[in-house]
């Protein structure tokens, strides 16, 4: 089990510019959140797919939006890049049964994106 | 809104005993989380409680009391590569993988 994949590792864009971010989820999992996670910081919830569809949301602007395909991977694009947006994005699998509150949730390694 | 409260740094040596406390303010509360990142990793989920009380786990221990909304991670025999930073969480109602994360807590373990 290759556990939760994300790929760019390492990305640097220019501002202005829109970036694309993806991942897959653990085997058997079917939920997938996105985190941005500054320097010193905590991860910070961007928002939640469930059934290819966005379940949850943060307090992040519509220029973060995102996808998730049948294969239940994902993708997380962010429009007009602002400096500010320069973090670590980590993304989150877990497999979501109703009426529960999961008490773990699987990590990736993250994209480490720098917009200069 | 929901808010984690963590101290910054906390530094011991080798083989001691250390606590790293958590405090949280919270609309509706379903149990306490806590994760190990090192730097440049991902989050790795450490322990949850749900119910008042201590649960352990090798060399970590969590405890949770809800009627003072304030938790704690206990790391006994504490080793180099410990060193790292520690997250309390709280997941939401929705469930799934939503969580909120506190301040955070870098663990600095010398000889």
């Known amino acids: 089990d290759a556990g939760v994949t994300q790929s760019p590792t390492h990305l640097i864009k220019t501002r202005g510019q829109q970036v694309t971010l993806r991942c897959s989820p653990k085997?058997?999992?079917?939920?997938v959140s996105w985190y941005q996670q500054a320097l010193g910081q905590g991860p910070q919830f961007i928002f939640q797919?469930?059934?290819?569809?966005?379940?949850q949301r943060g307090n992040f602007p519509d220029r973060f939006s995102g996808h998730q395909f049948p294969n239940y991977s994902s993708e997380l694009n962010v429009n007009a890049l602002l400096l500010g947006d320069s973090a670590l994005y980590l993304c989150?699998?877990?497999?979501?049964?109703?009426?529960?509150?999961?008490?773990?949730?699987?990590f990736g390694q993250g994209t480490r994106l720098t917009v200069v | 809104g929901q808010s984690l409260e963590q101290p910054s740094e906390v530094t011991a040596v080798e083989g001691a005993i250390v606590q790293i406390n958590c405090t949280y303010q919270t609309s509706g509360f379903y149990g306490l989380s806590w994760y190990q990142q090192h730097d440049g990793g991902a989050p790795t989920f450490l322990s949850y409680?749900?119910?008042?009380g201590l649960e352990e786990t090798g060399r970590f221990s969590s405890f949770l009391s809800r009627s003072d909304s304030y938790g704690y991670l206990l790391l006994q025999e504490l080793q180099m590569k410990d060193s790292a930073s520690y997250f309390c969480?709280?997941?939401?109602?929705?469930?799934?993988?939503?969580?909120?994360f506190g301040t955070g807590t870098q663990l600095k373990v010398e000889l």
């Open positions: 797919y469930y059934e290819e569809e966005e379940r």
């Open positions: 969480a709280v997941p939401s109602a929705g469930g799934g993988n939503k969580l909120t």
């Open positions: 085997s058997g999992h079917d939920t």
């Open positions: 409680n749900a119910l008042d």
């Open positions: 989150a699998s877990s497999s979501k049964r109703t009426g529960q509150v999961n008490t773990e949730a699987f």
